[in-house]
Each structure stands twice: as C-alpha cells, then as structure tokens.
C-alpha cells in the first residue's frame, strides 16, 4: 500500500513567552484535525516540541496535497485564534501569510513529507526541533547515513553496503530551490565540505542507492527568508524511515548523543548544545537550549501506533546532563566570540541598525608620530 507521511508543524502562541503551548490551543488544533480530516486522513497525531506544534498525518494523496496542506493551515488558524483569546506570546508567529495559497511551502509552516510502499512492519522516526534551524540534522545524517564507526550496517547489511544518495539545499537561494545530488561513500568528502556549514546547505533527502527508497525528509524553510527579518528559529522537522534497508533504530538515534553546537537558543542568535528531550518537552534556560524530540512509531496500512518516546530512556538522562553543562559552559562567554552566530546570520536582527549608526563615528586618523 502506498501512504504518504505528512508533518507540518508551526509556533502558533505559548505560556509565559516562549515555553510550550496551551492545554486549549493543543486540543483545538487536535479537534479541528479530528473533525475536518475525515476522508481526507487515514491517521493523525498532534503534539508538541517546546513552544511548537506539529501534525502528523497519514494519506494516500501524495505530498503537496493541496487538501492536507490546507487541513494543517486552518487548523494552526483556529490554534491562534485561541493564542490570541488566552493572550499568548507570539500567537501565529509561524504563519507569515494571511492566506492559503495552495500549500503551505512558503507561508510559514514547517513541512516534511514521505511517499512509499509500506513495508510489513513498517517503522519510522519522527524528529522535532525547536529553537534552532534545519542545519542541526546535517551532522546526525551524516552520521548515521554515512559513517560505519556509528552505523556498523553499512558493513553489514548488504543492501545498505552500496550508500545512500543525499539531496543538499543551498537555503541562502531565494530565487528557487537550489540543490546539489551526491552520493555516499563515493563523494563523501564532498557531502561533508558542504554540511559543515549549517547556516546555508543544508540535506533535504536521503535516498537508498540499492532500492531508489527514500529513508528521510527534512524540513529545509528559514524563515527570514520569507520574513525578511527575524521571526524566531525555523524549527525543523524530519522524517526518518528506519531497520531492514535502512539504518537501524539505534544507528539514527546514537549521534544526538554528542549534544553538537548548533545555531539557535535565545533570540535565534547564539550557538548551544542540541538537547535530547522527552515528547511534549516545554523550553526553559536561556530559551533553550536547542531541543530535539523523536517519536518512534510502526504503521500498518497507513494506521498508526501509539508514539514511543526514544528520549526516554535513563541513557539520555545523562546525555541531557552533559548538554546542560555544556550549555552553561557557551554562556559564560555572553556574546563573545563563537557563543553568538556570524553576521551573516544577525544581520536579520536589530544589531544591524546599531552597527550601522555607529559606522559614520568610525573616522581615519591622521598620520601622526
């Protein structure tokens, strides 16, 4: 059976600033999917990753459905309108357009989307990120897609021995989505030199070379780009699909246990240590630190399990440990040096007007002795 995953996920208001969602906003998200998803879903879940929500659905309709697409916008509409009533802060931050324009790709929303034959005993991860953008999934891809010191399948499992295809998005190109096709191992170098930098390409795709089957999907919007100023963090999704041709569960999981720098945390402007957290985590230090949650689920013709939280476990309870320290450590250095992010990226902040008036008070000195 063909089914199409589909997860859209926006920041649509919070308690207290930037923690988590209401109890209200959440079960109205959820009703209005509930109800108005009928013949459209096969299946759905609603939850959330610090201040963000997301929908996961399950369809026949393919990806870009213009129905789904717009199931999760007015759902985000009807969450916002209750952000407002509750006097949340930042409600509809997300939606950066007033109208529905076929799908949400540009609006706002973030958006990751699978289509594929369902395998029997078809299993996948579903990956939520807050307060950081979507460059924190290049090093775990790399990782689990590319390296046997992490994924010992590679080694080990025919199918899996020939590679996996990757498709890199310059997300600086406005003009069009611009992206480059390279496979691993053979330019695995090549792959690396362009995920080294986070802030501008960034791994749309994963395919497996053996079978042409996509394994993963990553949400690749910024949204100063379609703001033209800073909005908050773009706050990515994923959909990993995992075991038999593709990496294990385990493989995927194992390199969020670095806890890597990544861009994001207070005002989306500092670089922190990404953060394993628990499903339906809220945000708290500093407005952080990055979080990351994975909901691990099984799927039978398009009906899904309940989620298993892969955060969960005591392991990650130490992980979580040594994130916070390293959290801690970064601030201490406040906005020195590599704890806050390049221009490039500020420059979508207020510090570009207090760089620009102080620039006529620069002066040349005359030569002197």
């Known amino acids: ?143 689990g897609f590319c390296d046997p010191m992490n994924t010992p399948g590679l080694m080990l499992a025919p199918q899996m021995s020939q590679g996996f295809r990757f498709v890199i998005m310059d997300v600086a190109h406005t003009g069009g989505d611009r992206v480059i096709e390279l496979e691993a191992p053979d330019a695995l170098y090549d792959i690396a030199a362009l995920l080294r930098d986070t802030e501008r390409y960034v791994v749309e795709s994963v395919w497996s070379r053996a079978t042409g089957e996509q394994a993963a999907a990553v949400s690749t919007s910024r949204l100063h780009n379609i703001a033209g100023k800073y909005t908050g963090k773009d706050d990515p999704v994923m959909l990993v699909r995992v075991q038999r041709d593709f990496p294990a569960t385990g493989e995927i999981l194992a390199p969020y246990s670095i806890g890597p720098f990544v861009a994001g945390c207070m005002r989306g402007s500092h670089q922190m240590p990404l953060m394993p957290v628990r499903l339906n985590a809220g945000i708290s230090y500093f407005d952080g630190p990055p979080v990351i949650s994975c909901a691990a689920y099984s799927m039978r013709e398009g009906r899904l399990t309940e989620a298993l939280d892969a955060f969960a476990h005591p392991f990650w309870d130490t992980v979580r440990d040594r994130v916070a320290s390293k959290a801690m450590d970064m601030r201490r250095q406040g906005f020195f040096g590599a704890a806050m992010l390049p221009m490039a990226e500020l420059e979508y902040t207020g510090i570009v007007e207090k760089l620009r008036a102080l620039e006529d008070r620069f002066h040349v000195r005359a030569n002197h002795r």
């Open 1 to 143: 059976m063909k089914v199409t995953l589909s997860v859209i996920k926006a920041d649509i208001g919070s308690i207290g600033g930037h923690i988590a969602p209401s109890r209200r906003l959440m079960e109205t998200v959820r009703s209005h999917v509930h109800r108005h998803g009928e013949g459209l879903l096969i299946d759905s879940a609603i939850s959330h990753t610090g201040d963000d929500v997301a929908i996961l659905m399950t369809h026949t309709r393919g990806p870009g459905d213009v129905e789904i697409h717009r199931l999760a916008w007015d759902s985000f509409r009807m969450g916002t309108a209750v952000a407002r009533e509750e006097g949340l802060y930042g409600a509809g931050q997300d939606l950066l357009k007033d109208a529905f324009t076929g799908n949400v790709h540009g609006l706002g929303p973030a958006v990751a989307e699978l289509e594929f034959e369902e395998r029997p005993g078809e299993s996948f991860l579903f990956f939520a990120a807050d307060k950081t953008d979507p460059g924190a999934y290049n090093l775990p891809l790399f990782l």
